[in-house]
């Protein structure tokens, strides 16, 4: 389950074969490593040194892969663009409204899953599980004309709730299954000191349920946060709600052939992922994974 | 399901001390009333009106001759199964399914052999290795969508691009401002080669997740028996990891369609047609010709078509369920 608590418990056994093998035999698969990380870190790699390389060694007809010189002016170019700073209020209102929405709404649900037995439960876990597969590519039509029919175009709030939406069912898997992970004698004991259902489970489980909130949040972050297509076509006459996948996908046309403020304006969209998933490596290694193959 | 099962009986006990105290062992399917119904209830509204009613109206779209005028005016015409005749004779429909199938199966079949290789190469690796591949796989998950595309339109620039650069300076002449996104087929390879790029750490941290499951006396037994890598790899490893290697083929099948993002933002479905998938033809069909009804159709047919995948993800999940 968790590969950074496999790698310690299971140490010897990847290794233990190969300490006697001569250094020259492990050289293939150290020349594979070292390709797959130069191939996974090149783009990004790419993209930050094009947008600190000035335009002139940009355009040279010998690129240099390490940057001679630097400069910050690709930044302030994509900063001071038209609208920066609203497409990414838009964006992080749109991403906070989804994660909260979808956290509070999956709380309630997974707990009504772990807790309780009711007539339904099977029946509403499968429903959970067919919604995570959604085939959002395929309802853009329908939710297109349905927000057009209910005054809901060009809204924050629609993509919010699509958001939500698309969150929402592997939030609810998610926590449903670190909730099962925490023996509900414990909320009963606190029920016995004098505590109300209510009061037991946010003194007792919900400190325990970190670790799944902090996934599932993350997991709505990044999906709120890329999400293109919805933001492209429910998001059209009024441009001053845009978000920022949309703004940067027109990128181009605004700013032609600058692929310095190009790259810039990727970088600092792609810098909050980038950092949470640094950041958060070992649980998103396991937590993810699992989380989204075995639900 | 049966994760919900194991932890039954604890739950025996009567769940709220307002209740008068019950004999033990009385079933409690009744004690909690109204309140796991309320609990749920915003999940069930929220996949009601946002997930079925938009499936609900596209099956009746696709019913229905929906064009620019019926958007205005609210009133559509009922013409049973005609726009679903219209795609299913119509050779440019039939040309988008070809080029989906081809998509979806020259990505696939990379990404899982890439990530296997890799998941392999990863649990070979010494601890400091491991770290710093891992890490590399997660930097690159990690690229949004949209960034990680105009990356790769910037690395692929017919001018400046990197990639043609470096082919010119190898001696590739040919590639001297070749116009990637011009061709077809050059398009169509760079997208794979993007969607790729973007699904294979998924994969091979989900499959190097389940080698590390495997027990190290699996291999040591088979290796005393005499049994070389590869042998051990097929005989021993595979199966063990099968049930997730399904796992992992079936979602990335599913994820083919979300590529719709990659080709729009790129190509729009360009040039010509070579790179229009089924999710890119129904809204072209859609919302740039307003033949809402017709982009409908193809809608409920990629959905049909996917659901047969993703019945088979379900049989797998499910029978991974029950085993642990």
């Known amino acids: ?295 | 399901m049966s994760a919900t099962e194991e932890h039954a009986p604890p739950r025996r006990r009567p769940a709220r001390t307002s209740a008068p105290p019950a004999p033990p062992r009385r079933p409690t399917r009744d004690r909690s009333g109204p309140w796991p119904y309320l609990l749920i209830a915003p999940a069930v509204l929220g996949m009601l009106y946002l997930l079925l009613y938009p499936l609900a109206r596209a099956v009746l779209i696709s019913l229905q001759d929906f064009r620019l005028r019926e958007l205005i005016s609210g009133d559509a015409e009922f013409v049973g199964l005609a726009n679903y005749r219209a795609l299913l004779t119509d050779p440019r429909f039939w040309t988008v399914v070809r080029r989906t199938f081809l998509f979806m199966a020259v990505n696939v079949a990379l990404i899982m052999v890439l990530a296997l290789l890799v998941a392999l190469m990863t649990e070979r690796l010494g601890r400091v290795w491991r770290t710093v591949v891992l890490s590399s796989l997660v930097l690159a998950w990690a690229m949004p969508v949209v960034a990680a595309t105009t990356v790769f339109q910037w690395l692929f620039h017919s001018e400046f691009g990197i990639v043609n650069r470096a082919l010119t300076s190898l001696g590739a002449h040919s590639f001297e401002r070749y116009p990637w996104f011009a061709h077809g087929t050059a398009a169509f390879a760079i997208l794979v080669t993007l969607v790729v790029w973007q699904s294979v750490p998924f994969a091979a941290i989900t499959l190097y997740s389940a080698l590390t499951t495997v027990p190290a006396e699996l291999h040591e037994s088979a290796r005393l028996d005499g049994a070389g890598a590869f042998r051990i790899l097929r005989s021993v490893t595979f199966p063990l990891i099968r049930p997730i290697v399904m796992l992992v083929l079936c979602l990335e099948v599913i994820w083919t369609f979300k590529a719709f993002v990659q080709i729009w933002v790129m190509t729009k479905g360009g040039p010509g047609d070579a790179t229009t998938i089924l999710p890119i033809y129904a809204v072209q069909t859609a919302l740039s010709r307003q033949r809402y009804d017709l982009g409908s159709a193809a809608s409920m047919i990629t959905v049909v078509l996917m659901s047969g995948v993703l019945v088979l993800y379900f049989r797998q999940l499910f029978r991974q369920e029950n085993e642990s």
Request: net charge positive.
């Open chain 1, 1 to 295: 389950m968790s590969t950074v608590r496999g790698d310690s418990v299971r140490a010897p056994r990847g290794r233990a074969p190969h300490f006697r093998a001569p250094r020259l035999r492990r050289l293939p698969l150290h020349a594979g490593a070292a390709l797959t990380v130069l191939v996974c870190l090149f783009p990004v790699y790419w993209m930050i040194t094009t947008a600190l390389k000035p335009s002139r060694d940009i355009q040279s007809s010998d690129p240099h892969l390490v940057p001679h010189s630097w400069t910050l002016e690709h930044f302030r170019t994509a900063v001071n663009a038209p609208g920066f700073a609203q497409f990414w209020r838009n964006s992080l209102l749109v991403t906070a409204g989804a994660v909260l929405l979808s956290l509070l709404v999956a709380l309630a649900a997974a707990y009504a899953v772990a807790r309780m037995r009711w007539r339904g439960r099977r029946p509403f876990v499968l429903a959970v599980f067919i919604a995570q597969m959604a085939p959002w590519e395929s309802l853009i039509i329908p939710v297109y004309i349905i927000a057009r029919d209910t005054g809901m175009l060009d809204r924050l709030l629609t993509l919010t709730l699509v958001y939500f939406m698309v969150t929402l069912p592997f939030t609810v898997i998610v926590l449903r299954g670190f909730l099962a992970t925490i023996p509900p004698e414990l909320e009963e004991a606190a029920q016995v000191d004098g505590c109300t259902r209510l009061g037991a489970f946010r003194r007792v489980a919900l400190p325990l349920l970190a670790p799944g909130l902090m996934a599932t949040s993350l997991f709505g972050f990044i999906t709120a946060w890329n999400e293109f297509a919805y933001a492209n076509f429910l998001i059209i006459k009024n441009q001053d709600q845009r978000t920022l996948p949309v703004w940067l996908s027109s990128f181009q046309n605004t700013f032609g052939t600058d692929w310095g403020a190009t790259m810039a304006a990727s970088t600092l969209f792609a810098l909050p992922a980038l950092a949470v998933f640094l950041l958060l490596q070992r649980h998103v290694t396991s937590g993810l994974a699992t989380g989204a193959v075995k639900g």
